[in-house]
């Protein structure tokens, strides 16, 4: 049964969802407001030039990207508004490092359909925009000027959103809320054998569950001694997907380090059997970068795309569609996520951002082995 499926039949049988990442006394999101077809009043006057020659490229846009169809909704919906004429948008759902792989591949035959790369895979991304490799389109939206300085990543690659880690959980199999690595691990001790082969982390071969599970290790000086209690009881996956899934079928009790951007859906659907909260020792932030590739075949369309969901409209369908904005002028409201909501949970001193920049093989190495060595086998 898909996961989507299970989330509907839940729905219409369970109670009202939870809250613990969100306010259910917030108010309600107003509709989003679209300028159609022009730019914010502070774009450069050469920028109608550029959406006049978006209208020659024939309405269509490429995304390699690995990031979910919900995500995506609010976000193509509301730039295909604003710039009618843009009529396809393709958008596959990869995993982390295949986004680079496959952009990479075509590129080598001359030959990719890709117009724009998002993936939150930081250390993919800092291998992949090495300098001097001419991998992305060099482009400076308008855009930065009204963003915080880590809007900007790498050369050539913002921030689309900025998406913290959870702690996911099964409602009815763990009715005690884990509150952070700490709690969780206290909560597990309690009864371990209840928790064996049942908790999920993401597998650190891959660049994403590397990143953020290094970072937090980085920024926790308690890290390791919580870990040494889970991970002998944890199975890795590859996807977040794949985890919010079996935690909402019972596979899993629950789960750490699990991305809040595919996890939100699953909480809204889930009529209160998911959960998933903010670590109270560290929540980790990984932004999602967004670049142009370097011969996009609809360049003018990928940077009206980037510019839109850079810009105060754009961070708003952003955050409807479960990915975390940041942009100050962004409402807080009912289904809206925002990385406010984020440091007003934990602390500004308890958020870990993670940097777009290359970890040594041998640091890599080093972190992968040690925490696969505490792994179940």
Same mark, same amino acid.
């Given at each position: 049964? &898909?996961?989507?499926?299970?989330a &509907?039949?839940?729905?219409?049988?369970?109670?009202a969802?939870?809250?613990?990442?969100?306010?259910a006394?917030?108010p309600?999101? /107003?509709?989003?407001?679209?300028?159609?077809?022009?730019?914010?009043?502070?774009? /450069?006057?050469?920028?109608?030039?550029?959406? !006049?020659?978006?209208?020659?490229?024939g309405?269509?846009?490429t995304?390699?990207s690995n990031?979910?169809?919900? #995500?995506?909704? /609010?976000i193509?919906?509301d730039?295909? %508004?604003?710039?009618p004429?843009v009529t396809k948008?393709s958008?596959n759902?990869?995993?982390?490092?295949?986004?680079?792989?496959r952009?990479?591949?075509?590129?080598?035959?001359?030959?990719?359909?890709?117009?724009?790369?998002?993936?939150?895979?930081?250390q *993919?991304?800092?291998?992949?925009n090495?300098?001097? %490799?001419?991998?992305?389109?060099?482009?400076?939206?308008?855009?930065?000027?009204?963003?915080?300085?880590?809007?900007?990543?790498?050369?050539n690659v913002?921030?689309?959103s900025m998406? /913290?880690?959870?702690?996911?959980?099964?409602?009815?199999?763990?009715?005690?809320?884990?509150?952070?690595?700490?709690?969780?691990?206290?909560l597990? #001790?309690?009864?371990?054998?209840?928790f064996? #082969? %049942?908790i999920?982390?993401r597998?650190?071969?891959? +660049?994403?569950?590397f990143?953020?599970?290094?970072a937090?290790?980085?920024?926790?000086?308690? +890290?390791?001694?919580?870990?040494?209690?889970?991970l002998p009881?944890?199975?890795?996956e590859?996807?977040?997907g794949?985890q919010?899934?079996?935690?909402?079928?019972?596979?899993?009790?629950?789960g750490?380090?699990?991305s809040?951007?595919?996890?939100?859906?699953?909480v809204?659907?889930?009529?209160?059997?998911?959960?998933v909260?903010?670590?109270?020792?560290g929540t980790?932030?990984?932004?999602?970068?967004?670049?142009? *590739?370097?011969k996009?075949?609809?360049?003018?369309?990928?940077?009206?795309?980037?510019?839109?969901?850079?810009s105060s !409209?754009?961070?708003?369908?952003?955050a409807?569609?479960?990915?975390? &904005?940041?942009?100050?002028?962004?409402?807080q409201?009912?289904g809206?996520?925002?990385y406010?909501?984020?440091?007003? %949970?934990?602390?500004?001193?308890?958020?870990?951002?993670?940097d777009?920049?290359?970890?040594?093989d041998?640091?890599?190495?080093?972190?992968?082995?040690?925490? #696969?060595?505490?792994?179940?086998?």
């Open positions: 049964m &898909s996961r989507r499926l299970i &509907s039949l839940l729905a219409l049988t369970t109670a969802a939870l809250t613990a990442c969100g306010g006394d917030e309600a999101a /107003p509709p989003n407001q679209i300028a159609e077809g022009t730019a914010p009043d502070y774009y /450069p006057a050469e920028y109608a030039q550029l959406i !006049e020659a978006s209208k020659g490229e309405g269509e846009l995304i390699y990031t979910d169809q919900e #995500n995506w909704a /609010p193509f919906r730039f295909k %508004k604003k710039y004429w948008i958008a759902n990869l995993d982390s490092d295949e986004v680079f792989q952009v990479l591949s075509e590129q080598a035959t001359g030959n990719s359909p890709a117009d724009i790369l998002v993936s939150n895979a930081a *993919a991304w800092a291998e992949y090495e300098d001097g %490799k001419d991998r992305l389109l060099a482009y400076e939206s308008p855009e930065l000027a009204k963003l915080p300085e880590f809007a900007k990543l790498m050369p913002y921030a689309m998406d /913290p880690m959870t702690i996911a959980y099964n409602t009815q199999l763990v009715p005690e809320a884990p509150t952070g690595l700490a709690s969780l691990a206290a597990v #001790n309690k009864d371990r054998k209840k064996e #082969n %049942k999920t982390t597998d650190v071969k891959g +660049a994403f569950g990143t953020v599970s290094h937090f290790t980085e920024a926790d000086p308690n +890290a390791w001694n919580n870990l040494q209690q889970l009881l944890a199975r890795p590859t996807s977040s794949t919010t899934e079996k935690i909402l079928a019972g596979e899993y009790l629950v750490f380090f699990i809040a951007a595919p996890a939100y859906p699953v809204k659907n889930s009529g209160g059997l998911f959960q909260t903010f670590l109270d020792d980790t932030v990984l932004p999602r970068g967004i670049g142009i *590739a370097p996009a075949p609809h360049a003018a369309t990928a940077k009206l795309f980037t510019d839109f969901v850079l !409209e754009g961070q708003r369908a952003v409807e569609g479960g990915l975390t &904005s940041y942009r100050e002028d962004v409402p409201a009912e809206l996520h925002t406010q909501e984020v440091v007003q %949970k934990v602390g500004e001193d308890k958020v870990i951002r993670v777009y920049k290359l970890v040594p041998a640091d890599v190495q080093q972190f992968t082995d040690r925490w #696969n060595g505490l792994l179940a086998q």
